[in-house]
Every structure is written in structure tokens, then in C-alpha cells.
């Protein structure tokens, strides 16, 4: 059931107008929630977006690779608190994947927006823009946003025979077989 969720993941950048259902953000918060990180440090916030004139702005965050985040219904912001955790951003970027997982298996489409370390314009970061914009506090870094919505487009599984598995070793490094 877990290849299977995997296997049907996709990006998915285009979204229908339909309203997705408050029981569904519920669901979505909580498997954020209950992500595991390291030490059970849990360093990460999160900040559920599903007012329009918000998501609007959230689609401007930065130049490229945000566009689409305008179609969305729901827009998560994973931030995490560097001074709690030394690895804030793997706990973080664990918890944008729990988000995905959780929308495909709610019949939600969704795309991660990476905003670590990306510039809104030539003057300011992607993060300002958003502290600015959502009330960030100074001590959070903002790793990534999740669009959210029910799918506009559809997009096939990735076949078994597309995968790298030449990427895979066994035992040591270039030990294939």
C-alpha cells in the first residue's frame, strides 16, 4: 500500500476550484504533525494558508517556481526553528514529504515550492518576503511551501523500468547486482 502511494505521487502544479474539505486540512495537519525528527525535537511550525488573497501573494514568493501556488486551495509554509534542532532542515523536509504523502493519499494533488536559500526579488530573500507577509517570527527559517488542491491535471506513475537503480550499491559503494 506504501509503494503503491509512492508509485502514484506526482508533482502536480495545476488545481481545480473545488474547496477542499475542512476534515481533509484536519487530516493534513495532523499527519504533519505526527512526523517523526530527530531526538522527537520537533522543530518545525507550520502554517496552514487557505485565504485566497494570501495563497495570491504566497505565488509571488519568488520568480520562478511558485506561478501555479495562485491555483491552489491550500498552502502549508514549514518553517522550523533552527536553535532547537542542529537538523532542522532534514526534520523540516521530512515533514513537507509527510504532506505530500498525506494529500495523495486524500485524493489531493500537491508541489513543493522550495524557499530555503531562493530570493523573492534582487533585494530580498524568499523568507523575508514570506516573515513579512505571514508574521514569521525572526528565530524560524522558512524550509519550503506545500500547494495543495484537488487535481486539474493528471499525470502518469513513473514506470518500474524508469527508475536509477544503477544508483543503488550493495554492501559497498559500487557493488552492483
Not at 29 to 56: H, K, Y
Request: with cysteine; proline share 6%; net charge neutral.
Amino acid at each position: 500500500m506504501f509503494l503503491e502511494l509512492l508509485q502514484k505521487r506526482r508533482s502536480i502544479r495545476a488545481y481545480t476550484d473545488k474547496p477542499i474539505e475542512q476534515e481533509k486540512i484536519d487530516q493534513l495537519i495532523e499527519a504533519a504533525l505526527r512526523t517523526p525528527t530527530s531526538r522527537g525535537l520537533m522543530p518545525w511550525e507550520f502554517i496552514a494558508v487557505t485565504d485566497d488573497n494570501l495563497i495570491q501573494q504566497l505565488s509571488k514568493a519568488k520568480p520562478h517556481g511558485a506561478g501555479f501556488v495562485k491555483k491552489a486551495q491550500l498552502v502549508f509554509v514549514v518553517c522550523a526553528d533552527p536553535s532547537v534542532s542542529d537538523v532542522w532542515i532534514e526534520d523540516a523536509a521530512i515533514a513537507t514529504f509527510s504532506i505530500h504523502l498525506m494529500a495523495q493519499s486524500l485524493g489531493l494533488g500537491s508541489c513543493w515550492v522550495q524557499i530555503r536559500e531562493r530570493m523573492h526579488d534582487d533585494k530580498q530573500t524568499a523568507q523575508a518576503y514570506l516573515a513579512d507577509l505571514l508574521g514569521i517570527p525572526k528565530q524560524l527559517q522558512v524550509l519550503s511551501m506545500v500547494s495543495i488542491g484537488y487535481p486539474a491535471e493528471e499525470k502518469p506513475p513513473h514506470s518500474r523500468d524508469q527508475l536509477p537503480f544503477a544508483k543503488v550499491s550493495r554492501n559497498q559503494y559500487g557493488q552492483k547486482g
